[in-house]
């Protein structure tokens, strides 16, 4: 069955980078997406990439897909405090509900 | 206006009873689910329903049946709540299965 990876925890400096990376098994994958949990609220849908797409960049958001390694990266540049947070990779092929990784606690350090 | 909706946000509950969750969307989705997180945060897809008809079981327990009167409602009825159903349970849809799914702030039942 599908199966999707994730680092458990990130932590990053205020102003810093932060790079969260995700690992997916199934070839078949059409769509990936990047879901935000922030404490005690529901996800919230941060970004998205086909799986024809290498790269997409949104404001402090980019994207990275290497299809052949079956790896996703969110990179968040200038991390700010109300960046901590579960990040979530999920991934999905048309007909399918989304598979979720175990998401990925970033800690911001001020 | 909320785009999925669910009630109640808390639910707390002696072991053995039955109790309903609600879930309501407005974005004009023809699919909805339901999901488990669990203490550790990990989501499960439970049900998936696409147009008021079941697609995916996930292998969930028969205590757990979930009823779609029409396709912007998908309602979550557990029966003999037990210990191990204590998670927060998220509603979602989406316009298809296998595009972006938006999800409700989730319902956090507690059995005690």
């Known amino acids: ?110 | 206006d909320t785009a999925v909706s669910q009630t109640p946000k808390y639910l707390v509950t002696q072991m053995g009873n039955d109790k309903s969750i609600k879930c309501e969307q407005n974005l004009g989705h023809d699919t909805m689910y339901w999901y488990k997180q669990d203490s550790k945060k990990f989501l499960k897809i439970m049900f998936s329903y696409n147009n008021k008809e079941l697609i995916i079981n996930e292998t969930v327990p028969n205590r757990f049946s979930p009823k779609s009167p029409d396709k912007a409602h998908l309602n979550l009825h557990i029966n003999s709540l037990e210990l191990g159903d204590s998670a927060v349970y998220f509603c979602a849809s989406s316009g298809q299965q296998g595009t972006e799914a938006f999800f409700g702030q989730g319902t956090r039942l507690t059995v005690v």
Not at chain 1, 11 to 24: A, H, L, M, Q, W
Not at chain 1, 53 to 72: A, I, W, Y
């Open chain 1, 1 to 110: 069955g599908e199966d999707v990876e994730q680092s458990l925890f990130l932590s990053v400096r205020e102003g810093d980078s932060s790079v969260i990376n995700c690992t997916y098994t199934d070839s078949s994958s059409t769509y990936l997406y990047w879901y935000k949990q922030e404490p005690g609220a529901g996800l919230q849908l941060l970004t998205y990439i086909f799986s024809n797409m290498d790269m997409k960049q949104d404001q402090r958001l980019t994207v990275l897909l290497n299809k052949k390694d079956k790896h996703l990266s969110l990179r968040i540049a200038d991390t700010q405090t109300g960046d901590s947070a579960i990040y979530f990779c999920a991934e999905t092929h048309l007909n399918t509900p989304l598979v979720f990784g175990k998401g990925t606690r970033l800690s911001v350090i001020a």
